[in-house]
Nanobody, 121 residues
Framework: QVQVVESGGDTVRPGESLTVSCQASGSSFTINAMGWYRQIPGKDRELVANVDRFENVEYAPHAIGRFTASVNFAKNSLTLIMNSLNPEDTATYYC???????????????WGRGTQVTVSS
């Protein structure tokens, strides 16, 4: 079984930076892609950044130029560095891993439980 756990959520002031991390764990799997999504209560979950196994990164328009996502495939971990944060970035940030599970011989989509990021003065 594969699990994904996020960490690093915090309350910061506008203009500050924050790094959130995601760790996939389990046995008999390979990461195909990892990504960050965020959700504000009452709204749909939206993409922040996604990194595929070729290390191509897709950013949402609101993240371009401010956020940097990177995957360490050797450690099955994903990091999101967020700069110039503003109150509109306040949300629960979720990590998603697309993996190939050798245990069940099929691809799986695994979500974490989320980490809260609050930007407030």
């Amino acid at each position: 079984q594969v699990q994904v756990v996020e960490s690093g959520g915090d309350t910061v002031r506008p203009g500050e930076s924050l790094t959130v991390s995601c760790q996939a764990s389990g046995s008999s799997f390979t990461i195909n892609a990892m990504g960050w999504y965020r959700q504000i209560p009452g709204k749909d979950r939206e993409l922040v950044a996604n990194v595929d196994r070729f290390e191509n990164v897709e950013y949402a328009p609101h993240a371009i130029g401010r956020f940097t996502a990177s995957v360490n495939f050797a450690k099955n971990s994903l990091t999101l560095i967020m700069n110039s944060l503003n109150p509109e970035d306040t949300a629960t940030y979720y990590c998603k891993a697309l993996v190939w599970s050798y245990a069940v011989s099929k691809p799986l989509e695994i979500w974490g439980r989320g980490t809260q990021v609050t930007v407030s003065s």
